[in-house]
């Protein structure tokens, strides 16, 4: 239900061409397990700092823009705080928008964690971004990512399959 959940985030990018297909709304949560060397929002590894936010103020915000194709949970690791960014994904695809997730987390090790909450945010999202960045694999011509082990996975065709399926490097 819209207002009951709340995240912590480092910060939010209300009109963003670069965190996702289209025009988004990214939601940078506070808070990451991986500490990647050479991580792009280092400030957001830690637990500590950052902002509570209802997930229906971000709501709120997004229904304001009607430009807007989706929402992206960056971090940090959106997985931290999977009920609360599951919440706000399911409200955000229940408006037709889509939702794209970023993690350190493998699609396999998240599906056979049985985590329900982290199922729950992964049956909510469109595309799913997973594993760590690698500064060794840092690739600044991938699309939506920044180490080449990284991979843009259609989630609903690879929920289907029960295999992933990746998405095309290009639109």
Known sequence: MPGTEYLTIGGIESESIVDGPGFRYAVFVQGCNFRCPGCHNPQLQSFTGGRR???AEILAAIKANPLL???T???GDPFTQAASCAALAEQVRALGLSVMVYTGYLWEDLLSAGNPAWRRL??????LVD?????AQKNIDLRF????NQRLIDVPQSLAAGRVILLPEEP
Request: charged share 10%; glycine share 16%; hydrophobic share 45%.
């Open 69 to 71: 194709s989706g929402l």
């Open 145 to 148: 990512r920044g180490s080449a």
């Open 53 to 55: 936010i209802s997930a």
């Open 122 to 127: 992964i049956e909510a999202a469109d595309i």
């Open 73 to 75: 949970l960056s971090g």
């Open 131 to 135: 594993g760590p960045f690698i500064q």
